[in-house]
Each structure stands twice: as C-alpha cells, then as structure tokens.
Nanobody, 116 residues
Framework: QVQLVESGGGLVQPGGSLRLSCAAS????????MDWYRQTAGSQRELVAT???????TYADSVKGRFTISRDNAKNTVCLQMNSLKLEDTAVYYC??????????WGQGTQVTVSS
C-alpha cells in the first residue's frame, strides 16, 4: 500500500512563504508523475503543479512565478515552495501520485491559511 504524507502547512501572512513536503513510502520514480492539488470548501480540487518522471514541470496559471515544485529522489519526497502567498491561496493542499496505468494515490492533505 502506497502512502503519501504531506507536511508543512500552516498560517502565514500575505506575501509570506511556506514549503510543503510530500513523502512517499515507495520510490517516487515508480510513478508517472506527482502533483500538488488544492481544494477550498465547496469547490473541486484544483491542479496546482505537476512534476513528471522525466523532470518536466507544469503549473497552474494562478501560481506561475510564485510556486516551485521539486523532488528529492533520495528521500522520495516532492516539495512545493510557495512564495508571495495571497489570500486566495488558502486551501487544503493535497499530494497525488499517478501510476502508469492511470490509477493514483492521494495524501491526507495539509491546511494552508493565508491571513493577516
């Protein structure tokens, strides 16, 4: 059973930074890609950033230039560095690992609150 454990969420003021981590229980190179999603109450989960096995990276337009996804292969961890945070970045952030057969695993989520 694959486990994804997120950490690093918290309360930050607008303009501040947070770094989220997602630790996988298996080698992350077994996945097609790993993603960060976010969700606010009453809304669908929104794809924030993706890092593919070959290293290609994509971002949602709303976070381009502010967020950076990266991975640490030795630690089987994917991180999301979030800078210049805005009120609208407040959400529960989820890590997802997609398999080559189209299946996927989710983490439990970590709350990010941007508030003055």
């Amino acid at each position: 059973q694959v486990q994804l454990v997120e950490s690093g969420g918290g309360l930050v003021q607008p303009g501040g930074s947070l770094r989220l981590s997602c630790a996988a229980s298996v080698n992350i190179f077994s996945f097609k890609n790993m993603d960060w999603y976010r969700q606010t109450a009453g809304s669908q989960r929104e794809l924030v950033a993706t890092i593919f096995r070959d290293g290609m990276i994509t971002y949602a337009d709303s976070v381009k230039g502010r967020f950076t996804i990266s991975r640490d292969n030795a630690k089987n961890t994917v991180c999301l560095q979030m800078n210049s945070l805005k009120l609208e970045d407040t959400a529960v952030y989820y890590c997802r690992a997609e398999l080559w057969n189209g299946g996927f695993y989710w983490g439990q989520g970590t709350q990010v609150t941007v508030s003055s």
